[in-house]
C-alpha cells in the first residue's frame, strides 16, 4: 500500500493486444503490478477482462505484446516449462473449481501437486510437512475448523476461501482472481475480498482481482484499472476513484438507437457462436 | 460455465499456432440455436406416412401371428400344470451350475473392468483430445460392446472347449466394450473446472488425474461395475445353451427333454440368484451415491 523503494513488478503486462475474429478484444493494454499490490479490474461484460487474465495464464497466446510473470516472458514456453511458469501464479475462478469429493484440505493440497513428488501423488501421502502447509493455508482463510469437510457441503463464500488457501499453498507471490465474487451472496462476497485483502497484506502478495460490482472496489483494492472495449481507460489509485470515472467506464455507448449495441457488447467474448445463445446480460 | 470451462480446456491442449479445432457444437451460422428446425406440413405427412409403412414392414418381417399364439398357448398353459410340483432331484448339481453361472459373471466383469479402466483413459474426451488416439480406442470399445457375449461365447467354445472358461471369455470381451464406453462417458461427465485448476497450477497430467480426477469419478466408476455385474449374471444364464457352463445348460436340457418340474426348480434358481444379486448391487450402489 505505502509504496516504498519501488521492486521488480511480480506481473508486466506490455502492449497487449488480441483479437479472435472480428474487432480487438484487447488493444495496447499495458500496466505493472508491484509486489503486494491488490488491483481491481473493472469494466463492463466484453471488455476484455477474461482475455486480460487468460493472456497471462497463456491460455491465449496473445497476437502482440508481452506478459511477464515475476520476469518471466510467457510467451514462447511450452509444456513443463509453461508448468513451471504457471506455479508462480495462484489462480481463483468464479466457480471456485473445488474437487466436489475432497475435503478442503485435500482442496487445498491440489496447490502443492506440482511440488510434490510424483510418488507421493499417486500413493495419497503428502507427508507431514505439506500437510502442515495446507493446513495454515486454510487458517489464514479462516476455515481450519473445516480442514476434513467435504467440499460440497461448504457454502459458496467458504469455497471461494478454499479455493484461495488453494491458492495460496501455491506459495506464488502473484494471484489472479477472475470475478469471484460474480457468483456469492453480498456477505459472503465481502467476507471473500475481505480474505483476499487480508493475505495479500500479510503474504506480500500481488492480487489482480476483476469485479463487476463497482462499490466493492473501495475498502479492497489499492488501484483500479478499468477496460473499456480492450482498452485501458483508467488506471488510478483506489483514492481518486471517483463517480465520475464510474461513469466514464460504464456510461452506454454513444449509439443511442441501438440499445443492446450487440458489436459493442461482443468482443470478449471468446466463441462468438456461444454468444448468440447465452445472452451477455447474465454473466454480469 | 462448465461449457466454457470444457471450452477453455480446448484451448489449452491446443498447442499455440495449430489451427481451431473443429467447432464442438456445430450450429451453421445464421441460425438460432434455440429455435428448432420446423418441417413444412408437407413434409410432415409424408414423414409420418414413412413411419408408418416401415412399421408395417417390420410386423411382417417378424412374422406376427396371433393365431399361432392363441394355439400355443394352452399347450403352455399344459406345462405349467405339468410342472407342479418342482422336482429337487439334483438340486446340488443345479445349485452347483447356478453358482458356476455367478462365477462366470464375477470373474468376467473384474476382468473386463481392469482391461476397461486402462482403455477408457483413451477414449475420454477430457483426458485424451488427440481424435487420432480417441477414435480408434472408441471403435476397438464399440466393437466389443456390438457382439454380444453369446456371440462371443460361441466362438471361444470353438477355441477352448465346452465349459465355464469359454463363458468367461465371452463376457469378459463384451464387457470390456460396455464398460470402457461408460467409464470414459462418467469420467467426460465430471465438471472441467476443478481440473482444468488443478493442471493451471502446472502440476502434471497423472497427478491431476490421480488427485483431482479419480476420487470424483471412482463411486461412479464403482457404479457402473456393478451394474455390469446385475447384467452379467442374467447374460451369463444364457450362455449355458452353447455349452459356454453355467445352469443356462440344465434349463436347455429340461426344456429338450420336456422335464417341467425340472424347468421350474431352475427358473425358480435363477429368479433367486438374479433378485439377490440385483439387491446386493442397488444397496451398494445407493451407498455410492
Known amino acids: ?97 473445488l474437487v466436489r469429493r475432497l475435503s478442503a484440505l485435500d482442496n487445498v493440497l491440489v496447490g502443492r501437486l506440482a511440488h510434490l513428488p510424483t510418488w507421493r501423488v499417486l500413493a495419497r501421502r ?17 476455515l481450519s475448523d473445516h480442514a476434513g469437510a467435504r467440499a460440497d457441503t461448504l457454502s459458496g463464500g467458504q469455497q471461494q476461501r478454499v ?45 489482480v482481482c476483476s469485479l463487476h460490482q463497482v462499490e466493492l472496489v473501495a475498502g479492497f483494492a ?38 443492446a449495441a450487440p458489436c459493442e457488447a461482443r468482443p470478449g467474448r471468446e466463441e462468438p457462436e456461444r454468444a448468440t445463445a447465452t445472452p451477455e446480460r447474465s454473466r454480469t | 460455465m462448465t461449457d466454457t470451462a470444457a471450452e477453455l480446456g480446448a484451448e489449452r491442449d491446443r498447442p499455440a499456432g495449430a489451427p481451431p479445432p473443429p467447432p464442438q457444437r456445430a450450429e451453421p451460422p445464421g441460425r438460432t440455436p434455440l429455435a428448432p428446425r420446423r418441417l413444412p406440413r408437407v413434409g410432415q405427412a409424408t414423414l409420418a406416412l414413412v413411419l408408418v409403412a416401415g412399421f408395417v414392414l417390420c410386423v411382417r418381417l417378424a412374422e406376427i401371428d396371433p393365431r399361432a399364439l392363441a394355439e400355443g398357448l394352452p399347450k403352455m398353459a399344459g406345462w405349467a400344470a405339468r410342472a407342479w410340483p418342482p422336482s429337487l432331484e439334483g438340486l446340488d448339481l443345479l445349485l452347483l451350475r447356478a453358482a458356476e453361472t455367478v462365477a462366470i459373471a464375477v470373474v468376467g466383469t473384474t476382468a473386463a473392468a ?7 483413459v483413451p477414449a475420454a474426451r477430457n483426458l485424451t483430445p488427440a481424435r487420432l488416439v480417441r477414435l480408434p480406442a472408441r471403435w476397438l470399445l464399440n466393437a466389443c460392446r456390438g457382439i454380444d457375449s453369446f456371440v462371443f461365447a460361441l466362438l471361444f467354445v470353438a477355441a477352448v472347449g465346452l465349459g465355464p ?28 473446472g476443478p481440473l482444468e485448476a488443478a493442471e493451471l497450477t502446472g ?17 461412479g466408476l464403482v457404479s457402473v461395475g456393478l451394474y455390469m455385474l446385475e ?52 444397496r451398494l450402489r445407493d451407498r455410492l451415491a
Not at chain 1, 503428502?126 to 479462516?142: S, T
Not at chain 1, 483508467?234 to 441501438?258: I, K, M, Q, T, W
Not at chain 2, 481392469?114 to 477408457?120: D, K, R
Open chain 1, 126 to 142: 503428502p507427508g507431514p510437512e505439506e500437510q502442515a502447509l495446507a493446513r495454515e493455508c486454510l487458517e489464514r482463510v479462516g
Open chain 2, 231 to 282: 447384467f452379467n449374471i442374467r447374460a451369463s444364464i444364457v450362455l449355458g445353451v452353447v455349452g459356454a457352463g453355467g445352469i443356462g445348460q440344465q434349463l436347455k436340457n429340461a426344456i429338450d427333454l420336456l422335464n417341467f418340474p425340472r424347468l421350474l426348480t431352475i427358473v425358480v434358481i435363477i429368479v433367486a440368484m438374479v433378485a439377490a444379486v440385483d439387491q446386493l448391487s442397488a
Open chain 2, 114 to 120: 481392469l482391461a476397461a479402466l486402462v482403455a477408457c
Open chain 1, 1 to 97: 500500500m505505502t509504496p516504498s523503494p519501488p521492486r521488480a513488478p511480480v506481473l508486466s503486462v506490455q502492449s497487449l493486444g488480441h483479437r479472435y475474429d472480428g474487432p480487438p478484444v484487447l488493444a495496447d493494454v499495458s500496466f505493472d503490478v508491484a509486489p503486494g499490490e491488490v488491483v481491481a479490474v473493472i469494466g463492463p461484460s466484453g471488455a476484455g477482462k477474461t482475455t486480460l487474465f487468460r493472456a497471462v495464464t497463456a491460455l491465449v497466446r496473445p497476437e502482440s505484446g508481452r506478459v511477464e510473470v515475476a520476469g518471466r516472458d510467457l510467451a514462447g514456453l511450452r509444456g513443463a516449462e509453461l508448468g513451471q511458469a504457471r506455479r508462480e501464479i495462484g489462480l481463483v475462478f468464479q466457480h471456485y473449481n
Open chain 2, 165 to 192: 472358461f469359454a463363458g468367461t471369455l465371452g463376457v469378459a470381451l463384451h464387457t470390456f466394450g460396455s464398460m470402457g464406453k461408460l467409464f470414459a462417458e462418467t469420467i467426460e461427465g465430471t465438471p472441467a
Open chain 1, 163 to 207: 479455493a484461495i488457501a488453494r491458492a495460496l499453498a501455491q506459495r506464488s507471490r502473484l494471484v489472479l482472481a477472475d470475478e469471484p465474487v460474480a457468483s456469492l451472496d453480498p456477505a459472503s462476497a465481502a467476507s471473500v475480498l475481505a480474505t483476499l485483502r487480508t493475505v495479500a497484506t500479510e503474504g506480500d502478495i500481488a492480487v
Open chain 2, 203 to 219: 502440476a502434471s497430467r497423472l497427478k491431476v488425474v490421480r488427485w483431482a480426477l479419480l476420487p470424483d469419478v471412482l463411486p
Open chain 1, 222 to 259: 489499492d488501484r483500479v484499472l478499468a477496460l473499456r472495449a480492450g482498452r485501458l481507460v483508467l488506471d488510478v489509485p483506489v483514492a481518486g476513484f471517483g463517480p465520475e470515472h464510474r461513469a466514464a467506464v460504464y456510461e452506454s455507448d454513444p449509439s443511442p438507437s441501438l440499445p
